[in-house]
């Protein structure tokens, strides 16, 4: 039996890893920590929630007495961690709260994860799910490895980059057992509607402004955000320690290409004529620090590990906007700020 403590997994990548690990490993007993945040839902993970490996524990990895409770009682042997404050406009306006949860909170599950392996290193293992953004802005060529030096813009990216730092630090100083991966931009079922994707999906069906920033040639690789839980799971496993791999989805589009491909399979799933959805593009003032380009390098997890995405990004955008048109009430209380009760219903 493995007890694994996975952090932020009612946030959108975090509730299919939480999925995959109680699924595939009915072995494991799974430990799903969330301070449930306006990002984290519940609802995200109903349908797995009565399986007898799986924990819900509500709580916020920045409270230090709470955190070394939580270890000293469980004896975790496996950490994943994602809670995060992740979304970049967010740490423009706030970026105190990003180095609290992302750096602090980081920091806080480190000395825990420290105190109680002290003497049983073997076996464990420290895992921290980081972004493709630490490594800073790509001009028009050239791709992120693993050895790229980082040069984060965004308040999240840097405070990315710092717990980065310190994870790589406590392996080196205490000689505990990580693992980091760098990831470019997830998309799929779940996304709360701040995100391009998902936003874009909510707006053109309430015939709402799609608001794209700057000339739209902003360029990123994308990643269906179940490939992710895939690889997280290969790495967990089979990374070896202490090291770090890229994950990416050999997927790069420009902003302004990928809004005019969502727009036009909208069109034809909702039935709307060629070209509706289209006229809904309104370019809006650019982001300050707004990278050009991230793109990939993932040859490092696809040789060591055999890691490739199993879909492509047709399959997995047409997989997305169905999960969108048939989970209508998932996106109604996500708007509505209704699914923050669900906690309430199921848990009090
Ligand atoms: N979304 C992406 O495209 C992407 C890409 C690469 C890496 N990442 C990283 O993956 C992780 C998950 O990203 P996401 O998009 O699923 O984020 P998300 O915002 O959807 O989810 C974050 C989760 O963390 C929880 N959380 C926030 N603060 C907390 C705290 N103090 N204590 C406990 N829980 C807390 C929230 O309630 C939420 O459930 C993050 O670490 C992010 O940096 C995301």
Request: hydrophobic letters at 35%; proline letters at 4%.
């Amino acid at each position: 039996m493995k007890k694994i403590l996975i952090t932020g997994g009612a946030g959108f990548i975090g509730s299919h890893v939480v999925r995959r690990f109680v699924t595939q490993y009915p072995t494991y007993e799974i430990y799903n920590l969330d301070a449930l945040t306006y990002a984290g839902n519940l609802e995200n993970i109903s349908d797995i929630e009565h399986l007898p490996n799986y924990t819900f524990i509500k709580g916020d990895i920045t409270d230090v007495d709470f955190i070394n409770a939580l270890f000293q009682q469980h004896q975790f042997e496996g950490v994943v961690h994602l809670a995060a404050e992740s979304h970049v406009d967010r740490s423009i306006t706030d970026p105190l709260s990003f180095v609290k949860t992302n750096v602090f909170g980081t920091m806080n599950l480190l000395n825990a994860a420290k105190t109680i392996w002290k003497d049983h290193l073997e076996g464990k293992r420290f895992y921290h799910i980081s972004t493709d953004e630490v490594y800073g802005s790509l001009g028009a060529t050239g791709l992120f490895t693993e050895t790229t030096p980082y040069d984060p813009n965004s308040p999240y990216s840097a405070s990315k980059a710092s717990s980065d730092h310190f994870v790589r630090a406590y392996g080196e100083t205490y000689g505990l057992p990580y693992v980091i991966t760098n990831c470019s931009n997830n998309y799929g079922p779940n996304h709360f509607p701040e995100k391009l994707i998902p936003l874009f999906i909510h707006n053109i069906i309430n015939h709402k402004p799609l608001p794209v920033y700057g000339d739209g040639k902003y360029t990123r690789d994308w990643l269906y955000v179940i490939d992710h839980a895939i690889a997280i799971d290969l790495v967990f496993h089979q990374g070896k320690n202490h090291e770090t791999y890229n994950i990416g989805g050999f997927n790069e589009w420009q902003n302004i290409d990928l809004v005019q491909l969502l727009c036009q399979k909208m069109d034809e799933k909702l039935g709307r004529s060629a070209g509706t959805s289209v006229q809904l593009i309104s370019y809006v003032k650019d982001r300050p620090g707004h990278d050009l380009r991230y793109a990939i390098d993932a040859s490092k997890i696809q040789n060591e590990l055999g890691w490739e995405p199993s879909v492509t990004f047709e399959e997995g955008l047409e997989q997305t906007i169905d999960w969108y048109l048939s989970n209508e009430k998932w996106l109604q209380h996500v708007t509505s700020g209704e699914y923050q009760q669900y906690y309430q219903k199921q848990y009090s």
